[in-house]
Protein backbone atom coordinates (compact mmCIF):
# COMPACT_ATOMS: atom_id res chain seq x y z
CA UNK A 1 0.00 0.00 0.00
CA UNK A 2 1.56 3.16 -1.21
CA UNK A 3 1.04 6.52 0.70
CA UNK A 4 -0.51 9.84 -1.04
CA UNK A 5 1.91 12.38 -2.00
CA UNK A 6 2.07 15.36 0.48
CA UNK A 7 -0.69 18.12 0.16
CA UNK A 8 1.01 21.40 -1.79
CA UNK A 9 1.26 23.14 1.59
CA UNK A 10 2.90 20.64 3.36
CA UNK A 11 5.70 20.51 0.51
CA UNK A 12 5.72 24.44 0.10
CA UNK A 13 6.12 23.82 4.60
CA UNK A 14 9.00 21.58 4.24
CA UNK A 15 11.01 23.80 1.51
CA UNK A 16 10.09 26.71 3.97
CA UNK A 17 11.77 24.69 6.22
CA UNK A 18 14.73 23.85 4.62
CA UNK A 19 15.48 27.04 3.19
CA UNK A 20 15.30 28.83 7.33
CA UNK A 21 17.51 25.68 8.30
CA UNK A 22 20.13 26.56 5.28
CA UNK A 23 19.68 30.58 6.58
CA UNK A 24 20.00 29.71 10.51
CA UNK A 25 23.18 27.40 9.86
CA UNK A 26 24.65 30.52 8.63
CA UNK A 27 23.60 33.70 9.87
CA UNK A 28 22.76 31.66 13.49
CA UNK A 29 26.51 32.33 14.26
CA UNK A 30 27.13 34.85 16.61
CA UNK A 31 28.12 37.68 15.10
CA UNK A 32 27.00 36.83 11.65
CA UNK A 33 23.91 38.98 11.92
CA UNK A 34 26.08 42.08 13.60
CA UNK A 35 28.72 42.15 11.09
CA UNK A 36 26.00 42.46 8.33
CA UNK A 37 24.47 44.89 10.16
CA UNK A 38 27.63 46.93 10.55
CA UNK A 39 28.51 46.62 6.78
CA UNK A 40 24.80 48.03 6.14
CA UNK A 41 26.56 51.45 7.04
CA UNK A 42 28.69 51.05 4.09
CA UNK A 43 32.39 49.57 3.36
CA UNK A 44 33.95 48.65 6.28
CA UNK A 45 37.66 47.74 7.00
CA UNK A 46 38.84 44.89 9.27
CA UNK A 47 40.07 47.19 12.43
CA UNK A 48 36.88 49.41 11.55
CA UNK A 49 34.64 46.77 12.06
CA UNK A 50 36.74 45.02 15.07
CA UNK A 51 36.03 48.86 16.92
CA UNK A 52 32.45 49.14 15.59
CA UNK A 53 31.63 45.24 17.52
CA UNK A 54 31.95 45.03 20.71
CA UNK A 55 33.23 42.00 22.28
CA UNK A 56 33.79 40.35 19.17
CA UNK A 57 37.50 38.95 19.00
CA UNK A 58 39.73 39.29 15.64
CA UNK A 59 39.46 35.09 14.78
CA UNK A 60 35.59 35.23 15.51
CA UNK A 61 35.49 38.50 12.98
CA UNK A 62 37.81 36.86 10.66
CA UNK A 63 35.93 33.97 10.71
CA UNK A 64 32.11 35.26 10.32
CA UNK A 65 33.90 37.66 7.53
CA UNK A 66 35.48 34.76 5.27
CA UNK A 67 31.89 32.90 5.80
CA UNK A 68 30.14 35.72 5.18
CA UNK A 69 32.22 36.03 1.75
CA UNK A 70 32.54 32.96 0.91
CA UNK A 71 27.96 32.71 0.82
CA UNK A 72 28.37 35.49 -1.21
CA UNK A 73 26.45 38.52 1.11
CA UNK A 74 30.12 40.72 1.20
CA UNK A 75 32.48 41.13 -1.17
CA UNK A 76 36.81 41.04 0.07
CA UNK A 77 37.90 44.08 -1.79
CA UNK A 78 41.85 44.16 -1.84
CA UNK A 79 43.33 48.07 -2.29
CA UNK A 80 47.17 46.98 -3.20
CA UNK A 81 48.32 50.53 -1.78
CA UNK A 82 50.51 51.08 -0.16
CA UNK A 83 49.98 50.49 2.29
CA UNK A 84 47.95 47.29 1.73
CA UNK A 85 44.31 47.81 2.64
CA UNK A 86 41.03 45.22 3.17
CA UNK A 87 37.53 46.99 3.57
CA UNK A 88 34.07 44.33 3.28
CA UNK A 89 31.10 45.57 1.37
CA UNK A 90 27.60 43.84 1.07
CA UNK A 91 27.05 42.50 -1.98
CA UNK A 92 23.40 42.47 -3.37
CA UNK A 93 22.12 39.51 -1.74
CA UNK A 94 23.42 40.95 1.20
CA UNK A 95 21.71 44.10 0.61
CA UNK A 96 18.51 42.11 -0.15
CA UNK A 97 18.61 40.99 3.57
CA UNK A 98 18.96 43.76 5.79
CA UNK A 99 14.72 44.44 5.97
CA UNK A 100 14.58 41.13 7.28
CA UNK A 101 17.66 41.79 9.82
CA UNK A 102 15.98 44.95 10.64
CA UNK A 103 12.68 43.43 11.00
CA UNK A 104 14.41 40.23 13.34
CA UNK A 105 15.95 43.47 15.26
CA UNK A 106 12.76 45.47 15.45
CA UNK A 107 10.93 42.17 16.92
CA UNK A 108 13.76 41.48 19.44
CA UNK A 109 13.71 44.73 20.75
CA UNK A 110 9.65 44.70 21.53
CA UNK A 111 10.02 40.99 22.52
CA UNK A 112 12.90 39.80 23.97
CA UNK A 113 13.79 41.16 27.55
CA UNK A 114 16.87 43.11 27.81
CA UNK A 115 19.88 41.78 29.48
CA UNK A 116 20.80 42.95 32.75
CA UNK A 117 24.55 43.00 33.70
Known amino acids: MSTP ?3 PAVTA ?3 GDVALTRAFTLLGKRWSG ?3 G ?3 GGPAGFRELSRAIVGVSDSVLSDRLSELTEAGLISRTVDEGPPVSVSYALT ?3 LALMP ?3 QISQWAQKHLPAETR
Open 92 to 94: ESG
Open 34 to 36: VVL
Open 5 to 7: PPA
Open 38 to 40: SLG
Open 13 to 15: CLR
Open 100 to 102: ALE
